[in-house]
């Protein structure tokens, strides 16, 4: 069972806009603004997408934000493409030994 | 640009020690710190642990008594072993660099551990 619960699923069709929520506690999301976003694509390694909690690494389409609230966490993305299709984790720092606590991941589908 | 590579067997033999190195490309080992993550097959994503180019480490707990990690700054190496392996243990083992806190900003590709007599 992952430390973090994340819906197994989301859709959406092209142009529309999803939310991926990411519900922890106060020992990790809700403690620290260390949430980060991963996508993954079949057979392919995770990429990260936003860490600490909105901030997008270079090269990611602002079309991938986040947010938080409380010990819940967001990731929409907006003007879904074909291309975003894939599993999305995520993650969160949880202090100490567990350094990284994951989400059991969302697949992603574009309708 | 950072590339890293996952190397090491296949498969191994129940109760053996996994064996991994991670090689880092495009530059030093000498900063920041270094993960390995584990994915067994259609499941989610697992954190094993960090390694600081020091040699200072942090393992996830319920691996803790199993794991070693060690970094050679020479060859712009790090590793991974698990020792008692068992079935469980099977997954697609990623490396991976520390970027900020808790976030892994870059992957190598992954390579598939099965542990099978």
């Known amino acids: 069972q992952s430390a973090l619960t994340q819906p197994p699923s989301a859709s959406g069709s092209p142009g529309q806009s999803v939310t991926i929520s990411c519900t922890g506690t106060?020992?990790?999301?809700?403690?620290?603004?260390?949430v980060s976003w991963y996508q993954q694509h079949p057979g392919k390694a995770p990429k990260l997408m936003i860490y600490?909690?909105?901030q997008r690494p270079s090269g990611v389409p602002d079309r991938f934000s986040g947010s938080k609230s409380g010990n819940t966490a967001s990731l929409t993305v907006s003007g879904l493409q074909a291309e975003d299709e894939a599993d999305y984790y995520c993650s969160s720092y949880a202090g100490g030994n567990n350094y990284v606590v994951f989400g059991g991941g969302t697949k992603l589908t574009v309708l | 640009q950072v590339q890293l590579q996952e190397s090491g067997p296949g498969l191994v033999k129940p109760s053996e020690t996994l064996s991994l190195t991670c090689t880092v490309s495009g530059g030093s080992i000498s900063r920041d710190y270094w993960s390995w993550i584990r994915q067994p097959p259609g499941k989610g994503l697992e954190w094993i642990g960090y390694?600081?180019?020091?040699?200072?480490?942090n393992y996830k707990p319920s691996l803790k008594s199993r794991v070693t990690m060690s970094v050679d700054t020479s060859k712009n190496q790090f590793s991974l072993k698990l020792s008692s392996v068992t079935a469980a243990d099977t997954a697609v083992y990623y490396c991976?660099?520390?970027?900020?806190?808790?976030?892994?900003?870059?992957w190598g590709q992954g390579t598939l551990v099965a542990v099978s007599s």
């Open positions: 600490e909690v909105s």
């Open positions: 106060n020992s990790d999301v809700g403690g620290y603004d260390y």
């Open positions: 390694i600081h180019y020091s040699g200072s480490t």
């Open positions: 991976a660099r520390v970027t900020t806190i808790a976030a892994l900003g870059y």
